[in-house]
């Protein structure tokens, strides 16, 4: 078959989904019954996995499918990309890296910000998966691309 990628692509973004989201609404049940620290790691445990798998799987097949543009040659288009790629990380970064709270090294908390980049989203590590994806998706130009990242 000749996009069995993008099924397979679909059947990890649908497993993962339901995973995170899934253990994400159990927290509260879960978190009583084993405890904030260990539902941590076990939440870890399950999603980081699961993450990688995406991402590398993403890797390797990114060019896979139609190629339904090409503007990589286009003026401006690098840059607005590279520019993309660096607000996604300011996104990412503190969304994905509490290590000491993933880690459940420190009691996970619920934490309310009103400074840094939890004032202008209340889930930044989406929104700069959301950006990152816009950005590869505009350079790669594939259906492969394209349907991972809607």
Same mark, same amino acid.
């Given at each position: ?5 993008h099924?397979?692509?679909l *059947? +990890? %973004?649908?497993g ?9 609404? /159990?927290?509260?049940?879960?978190? #009583? ?7 941590r ?11 990688v798998i995406?991402?590398?799987y ?6 896979? *499918? +139609? %190629?339904l543009?090409?503007v990589?040659?286009?003026?401006g288009v690098?840059? /607005?990309?590279?520019?993309l790629? #660096?607000i996604?990380f300011?996104f990412?970064y503190?969304?994905?890296f509490?290590?000491?709270e993933i ?10 910000y009103?400074t840094?980049?939890?004032?202008v989203?209340?889930?930044p590590?989406?929104?700069?998966q959301v950006?990152?994806c ?7 130009g ?9």
């Amino acid at each position: 078959m000749v996009f069995a990628s993008h099924w397979i692509m679909l *059947g +990890l %973004l649908l497993g993962f989904a339901v995973a995170h989201s899934g253990l994400a609404s /159990l927290r509260m049940g879960g978190e #009583a019954i084993i405890g904030a620290r260990l539902y941590r790691v076990l939440f870890a445990l399950v999603s980081i996995p699961l993450a990688v798998i995406l991402v590398v799987y993403f890797f390797n097949h990114r060019y896979d *499918g +139609l %190629l339904l543009w090409q503007v990589q040659g286009v003026t401006g288009v690098k840059t /607005l990309v590279w520019i993309l790629s #660096a607000i996604s990380f300011f996104f990412l970064y503190p969304a994905t890296f509490n290590l000491l709270e993933i880690a459940a090294i420190q009691k996970p908390q619920v934490h309310l910000y009103e400074t840094g980049i939890l004032r202008v989203t209340r889930h930044p590590q989406m929104v700069g998966q959301v950006i990152w994806c816009i950005a590869h998706t505009l350079w790669l130009g594939t259906s492969f691309t394209l349907l991972t990242s809607l």
